[in-house]
């Protein structure tokens, strides 16, 4: 069974900075993709950043393109998410997912099937 626990998250004034981690549990985390999503109150959950099972690649939304950074530790079984530049539309939950596959294609929801516990993030203005 995996499992992934988040921390990181708080409480941010705009333009501030937070890193979050995503621990997994399982030998095999070296084989899969992980990414990054998050949901504001009222909102779909949506994907916001994403990297293959090597590093070699990352992917991100275009709303966090240039403020956010992705990578892992494959060492210790864990993804993180930088997060510079923080606006107050940066407000949310933020989840931790481990992908089907090695690389991300679609950035959605269905090419990721576990799941972390959510961490809030709150950028106040």
């Known amino acids: 069974q995996v499992q992934l626990v988040v921390s990181g998250g708080g409480l941010v004034q705009a333009g501030g900075s937070l890193r979050l981690s995503c621990a997994a549990s399982g030998p095999t985390f070296r084989s899969y993709s992980m990414g990054w999503f998050r949901q504001a109150p009222g909102k779909e959950r949506e994907f916001v950043a994403g990297?293959?099972?090597?590093?070699?690649?990352?992917y991100y939304a275009n709303s966090v393109k240039g403020r956010f950074t992705i990578s892992r530790d494959n060492a210790k079984n864990t993804v993180y998410l930088q997060m510079n530049s923080l606006k107050p539309e940066d407000t949310a939950v933020y989840y931790c997912?481990?992908?089907?596959?090695?690389?991300?294609?679609?950035?959605?929801?269905?090419?990721?099937?576990?799941w972390g516990q959510g961490t809030q993030v709150t950028v106040s203005s």
């Open positions: 990297i293959s099972w090597s590093g070699g690649n990352t």
């Open positions: 997912a481990r992908g089907k596959y090695g690389s991300i294609t679609y950035y959605s929801r269905s090419e990721f099937d576990y």
